[in-house]
């Protein structure tokens, strides 16, 4: 459904630069949909990296139906 999730707490993309700063210098795992079109998890990853986030390991998971 396009939702992000921080520790079980769900925000908007725009709020994502933010909460991203917490994890500069750590490794965070990032869980996406099968179907999430591989375009947003690029840009998710982009903002990501410039949040400082340097170390990310890339799930994914059964698409809902």
Do not use: C, Y
């Amino acid at each position: 459904d396009g939702t992000l999730s921080l520790q079980a707490q769900r925000f908007s993309e725009a709020e994502l630069p933010r909460r991203a700063l917490d994890w500069q210098g750590a490794a965070l795992d990032v869980r996406a949909a099968a179907d999430l079109p591989a375009q947003r998890v690029l840009h998710l990853l982009a903002v990501l990296r410039s949040a400082g986030v340097n170390e990310v390991r890339l799930l994914t998971v059964k698409a809902a139906r």
